[in-house]
């Protein structure tokens, strides 16, 4: 799972759907990173991206 399929506001469902990769692996590494950053939403991770310039604008 990458910055930008968050950014893009994909559902962990949707995700999950890429090989190898189930909905727990999905929720486990959001709730890690919502957790390390002290986030509430993943709308904040994606700010924190943003402003890490780990992400460009579309």
Known sequence: MSVAELREVITGAVIAH????TLSTVKTHVSSLLLKLDARARVQLVIAAYEANLVQSL
């Open 18 to 21: 890429t090989p190898y990769v």
